[in-house]
């Protein structure tokens, strides 16, 4: 923090100036898109309820569904959240901040040919696009783990993110191998496509998704609920549980070996444990008695994580026989990163967009502060819906339930029309666009 | 000379866009003098590190500074030491934050 400090320029006019990060449309562009997505999603659960919440996976539209929501929305919002996030909580610029810039056109035009054609399954575009999105989402895991080598910031949440990133890579290339396998072009490595599957779904949803969400709590945490010297020792024991977890499920999936199976879900339950004694921690040493409504939709995402881990488990010892792991990846997908992403964004969207409009000292103007942009209380309901939603959906591919499966989508639905029509309203498109216009 | 009570008085409109207290209350200012004529030095912090509107806030301070009479030059510098503590808001901040 030293380092910091002596490195400030003070003086009349020249500001206190270590901002490292990006100018703020663009963060906010990749966090659009996610939003785009994020109705284009509910739309689309709408028309698809019955197979999506039964997580028939095989169907094309289902898997266009999915990436929607995983490529879409999910990474989308998170490379914004990213490019923003890391640049403060590691004191280091981007590696190149014109080629995160540039590189969100590229990954917009994959999106927006790839998920049609997964739900077409149109071979051609799959390949085109395919390549297109593989390439844009490369560009981005590079460009982090190039930013996140060079900042002198270590520790638990550096090496959570960066081997994040590590893993989007590795889940890409898979990605990038199922689709060649499923064109022709590969046959040797078709008995693979299994295993090669697997670990795809574990590299994306757990690798990428799950790692960001785990190191990037240890510092947003304790930002918006003011917490100050809480025990870290746990943290280090998170990392080593969830590279543990993550690894002896990928063996086990190349392997077959029942143990295995178990040894990663008792670790992927080990570190549940951790990271609820590490949020704990964080939540005693608060300085906001009064935790806001987002912040609860984030506790009750972890809380849904520590379930998730007991049903993982629970599959392992006791391998399922009709629903496979479908309600497991359900409940990943969406109680857990869904909903950390959609708590979060209560609060990272609003700050975003103060900084860029109202920031400024303006003599006379009125002062704006962030409450002036979104009361964030307006969020407990919505994201009430939304886990119960998630829950719903759980339960109804575990029980193979289409009445469970259509109360579940219609909540998740309703949360995300409300949740995206607030969003949108914080942004307010007509100045996002005015903001962004002649900056590329 | 510089008043600087009213340096004081003006840095109370400088809010934090989060908390939606102002600075002098959260405690974040912990010196104001004038170094040598019209030049004014303050030293402030943050509530932690690598805190997002760490920016907005530090420059915030420096325009509200300037605003005062006699004011020619600013030189803020945002430090660690001491870390900031909830000790160091006022009562009123306490309260608002539930603290007491």
């Given amino acids: 923090m030293q380092e910091v400090a002596d490195g400030r320029a003070v003086g009349a006019g020249s500001g206190v100036n270590t901002s490292q990060s990006p100018p703020i449309h663009v963060p906010l562009r990749y966090m659009l898109m996610g939003l785009i997505c994020f109705g284009l999603f509910a739309v689309d659960l709408a028309l698809q309820a019955r197979p999506f919440a039964l997580f028939d996976a095989g169907l094309p539209a289902i898997v266009g569904l999915t990436h929607l929501l995983t490529l879409g929305a999910l990474l989308s919002f998170v490379m914004g959240a990213v490019y923003q996030l890391s640049t403060v909580a590691f004191l280091m610029p981007l590696a190149s901040e014109r080629v995160a810039r540039w590189n969100f056109w590229l990954y917009a035009v994959g999106i927006a040919g790839l998920i049609p054609s997964m739900m077409a399954w149109w071979r051609w575009g799959l390949a085109v696009f395919g390549a297109v999105t593989v390439l844009a989402v490369a560009v981005y895991a590079a460009l982090m783990v190039v930013s996140l080598a060079r900042t002198h910031v270590r520790g638990p949440m550096h090496d959570f993110v960066l081997s994040a990133h590590i893993h989007l890579l590795l889940a890409i290339t898979a990605a990038a191998l199922l689709l060649l396998i499923d064109g022709g072009a590969l046959p040797s490595l078709s ?78 339950a080990a570190l549940a444990g951790v990271q609820g004694w590490n949020i704990a921690q964080i939540i005693k040493k608060r300085m906001r008695k009064k935790v806001e409504a987002p912040i ?90 939304f886990v119960l939603g998630a829950w719903g959906m759980a339960a109804a591919a575990w029980a193979q339930s289409p009445v469970v499966a259509w109360f579940g989508t219609a909540l998740i639905w309703l949360a995300l029309w409300v949740f995206c029509g607030q969003m949108l309203r914080v942004m307010d498109l007509r100045k996002t666009v005015k903001e962004w216009t002649g900056r590329d | 000379m510089i008043d600087l009570n009213e340096v004081r008085e003006k840095l109370k409109e400088v809010y934090d866009p989060e908390i939606g207290i102002n600075v002098v209350d959260l405690g974040l200012i912990y010196k104001i003098e004038e170094l040598d004529e019209g030049t004014l030095h303050i030293e402030m912090t943050m ?16 325009w509200a500074a300037a605003q005062v009479f006699g004011v020619a030059m600013v030189h803020v510098d945002v430090v660690w030491d001491p870390p900031w503590s909830p000790e160091m808001m006022s009562e009123e901040a306490q309260r608002l934050l539930g603290f007491r």
């Fill in chain 1, 296 to 385: 609860q939709g984030v506790l009750a995402a972890a809380v849904t994580y520590g379930l998730w881990a007991l049903l993982l488990l629970l599959q392992t010892v006791w391998p399922p026989a009709g629903t496979g792991w479908k309600p497991v990846v359900q409940l990943e997908l969406m109680g857990v990163v869904a909903l950390t992403v959609m708590g979060f964004a209560y609060k990272i969207v609003p700050f975003l967009v103060w900084t860029q409009r109202y920031s400024k000292p303006r003599p006379g103007a009125k002062r704006v502060l962030i409450a002036d942009l979104i009361q964030v209380e307006r969020a407990r309901p919505v994201l009430a819906a």
């Fill in chain 2, 47 to 62: 509530t932690t590190p690598g805190c997002p509107a760490h920016d907005s806030l530090s420059e915030a301070v420096e």
């Fill in chain 1, 191 to 268: 008995a693979w496509f299994a295993p090669l599957l697997a670990t795809h779904i574990l590299l994306a949803a757990g690798g990428y998704f799950l790692f960001l969400i785990l190191g990037f709590s240890y510092k947003l945490l304790p930002m918006f609920t003011l917490s100050h010297g809480f025990a870290t020792g746990g943290q280090v024991w998170a990392l080593r549980l969830a590279h543990a977890s993550l690894w002896l499920l990928m063996v086990a999936a190349w392997s077959g070996v029942w143990f295995l199976w178990v040894l990663g879900g008792v670790a992927a």
